[in-house]
């Protein structure tokens, strides 16, 4: 689904915004996103009550009737028809900070979630009640809930504070289409899904998508995380909440690095998009780590060991798929250049897929899909050892807005199609395509002193008139239509030297 234009969350937005007043959207952020939870939880429990109430042999009041059917126990002060008599009351904020209290009290998952300073002075309480307002639409009754209705607002308003927050957005969402194509490609149908830098949840809730959709069991994939910004840890809690998904992301925050929550895990499936060039990662205090197999990463840039910890994590036939900058592909740093050899002569590099830019909310830094794999003959594909998959996507996808690209489901095929191909994971037989994909074996990887740039592999594209770039084609037309002007001026001056000669003047 397009994030650009879908109807009444585009419109909740700009009302919400609205409200927002001199607030930046990293604090706003947190008093919205708080709010539409609340509502959720409660809209859930009030339906839940009422079909209670009108049944003389149930109790409306046992908590364990709720949680059954997984609906968080919400108590009478923390209920949104309270909440919403009391909006235009000076107080709001210290009822809903009670209410956010009276929640986690109750249920054990929230403790320590929830956002839980509405009543702070600079907060104000006019826009607080208005936004309360905003939400008068169903968000957590089962009908929305069939619909998605509050993980499309979700979604939504967090690709817009992405947007707003500019490089910092990139701590908590990772742009919708980008996922589902890792998703697609690497198709956690079933097993543990990690991912070391969780953010909001994103790779998450697209994984439990993907099984829905395939008609899986979602019983059948484990999630497990890491995040070690408090307040991003919070909304990934409170977006796997909304979602129905019990997600092992730790008792709190915290660094993966230094701090690693999962050690012995050993994942079927990692996905992720970590922080691009961190310089400060605290790489001097892990020279000897465990997880550097195969070089140590420099303490200037945490991308190689981002690589390095995934690798770690893979169970003995798993498969991650991540984004990183594109200078990954073809640093020379000298422990990052050995880092990536041993890579490749250890046979772990299964795909690269360079992306177009304008992609993401955060950074204007091009990047790439790295696929690694433990096992490249794995039952189900074909044999794929020695080799490695180059894919040229950075003439795919389509803008969204003025300054935004998205993939339509198309791209997100055409790119998936190339690579279960190639895998054997489809009916179709792989072929090389010009321009877009290329199966190298190592030793051409070798001949290129091991740069991952697929651009090196793919060849040129045969253009044709209609695949011909935009800029180049409004470059050669107006080359044309200058040359027939010289030429119409020159043909004018010829008609008027020859008019002048038989006495005629122009």
Known sequence: MSTANIGFEEKLWLMADKLRGSMDASEYKNVVLGLLFLK???????????????????DPEDQDEYLAENIFWVSKEARWSYINENAKKPEIGQIIDAAMIAIEKENESLRGVLPKDYARPALDKTRLGETIDLFSFKVGDKE?????????????????????????????????SIVKLLVEMIEPYKGRVYDPCCGSGGMFVQSEKFVEEHQGRLGDIAVYGQESNPTTWRLCKMNLAIR???????????????YDLHKGLKADYILANPPFNISDWGGEKLRDDVRWQYGVPPVGNANYAWI????????????????????????????????????IDNDLVECIVTLPGQLFYSTQIPVCLWFITRNKA????????????????????YMADRTHKEFSTEDINKITYAYHSWRGTNEQIYEDVVGFCKAATLDEVRDHEYILTPGRYVGLEDLEEDSEAFEEKMARLTTEL?????????????????????????
Do not use: C
Request: glycine share 12%.
């Open 378 to 397: 794995a039952k189900g594909q074909r044999d794929r050892k020695g080799e490695i998959l180059f894919i040229d996507a950075r003439k795919i996808g």
């Open 40 to 58: 959720y939880v409660s809209d859930a429990f009030e339906e839940k009550y009422n079909v209670l109430s009108s049944d003389e042999w149930a």
């Open 144 to 176: 929305s809930r069939g619909k998605d209705i509050l993980g499309r607002v979700y979604e939504y308003f967090l690709s817009k504070f992405a947007s707003a927050e500019g490089k910092n957005g990139g701590e908590f969402y990772t742009p919708t």
């Open 244 to 258: 129905g998904i019990d997600g092992n992301i730790g008792e709190h925050n915290a660094d993966t690095f230094h």
């Open 482 to 506: 200058s040359e027939q002007f010289i030429k119409s001026k020159s043909l004018e001056e010829d008609i008027r030297l020859a008019l002048k000669g038989i006495g005629y003047e122009i």
């Open 308 to 343: 390095e910890h995934i690798v770690s994590k893979l169970a003995p036939s798993g498969t991650a798929g991540f984004v990183l900058a594109n200078g990954s592909m073809s640093t020379s740093t000298s422990g990052e250049h050995e880092i990536r050899k041993n890579l």
